[in-house]
């Protein structure tokens, strides 16, 4: 009776433990606006939202006899004048990812020559398809090299807004030429 209780015991406590910590599973809160997935859908109502206009593929608008739809290109799903403002002033950096239709640019981490013991990364996020000044949120980090190890450092929100009102003044140089 002993060595059963024993075997039922070594069974049952791994099973019970496997059980209580799944249901210790956490998901991350992020804000709507920094999921990937929400991203997504909002790319895709904007598309839905074009009255059916190129998709940017021409097999798209392939038919056998014609008709007055004409494919313009790709499209993407963000202000284009943002986008490429955001490109250009990040040009200097190396980019990590890049995404028209969600509206995300990272760039990966950039050391200034004349500041070798700083680093920066910045991630540009492309709200909306119209100029607008809510249109654009970036994110920039920073770290320092203490005792050999990259260390974060809390960048300053003059920074990120110099940025944001930098991208902001170069879409609206571009909507003039």
């Not at 790319?43 to 313009?72: M, V, W, Y």
Request: with cysteine; net charge neutral.
């Amino acid at each position: 009776m002993n060595i059963q209780y024993k075997a039922i015991k070594n069974i049952l406590i791994p099973i019970m433990l496997l059980s209580m910590l799944s249901g210790c599973a956490s998901s991350l809160n992020m804000p709507d606006w920094l999921d990937a997935e929400t991203a997504r859908e909002r790319a895709a109502e904007r598309e839905a939202k074009r009255d059916g206009g190129p998709k940017g593929k021409i097999q798209d608008n392939f038919t056998l006899f014609g008709t007055d739809t004409k494919d313009t290109g790709a499209t993407i799903g963000v202000n284009a004048l943002l986008w490429r403002a955001s490109l250009d002033t990040v040009s200097f950096m190396p980019l990590e990812q890049a995404d028209p239709y969600g509206g995300i640019i990272m760039t990966e981490w950039y050391t200034n020559p004349d500041k070798p013991n700083e680093r920066y990364k910045i991630t540009i996020y492309i709200l909306d398809t119209r100029l607008r000044a809510d249109a654009i949120r970036v994110s920039f980090f920073m770290q320092r090299l203490i005792n050999g190890e990259w260390t974060n450092v809390a960048a300053s929100d003059e920074t990120r807004i110099a940025l944001e009102n930098s991208i902001l003044t170069k879409a609206r140089q571009f909507k003039q030429e």
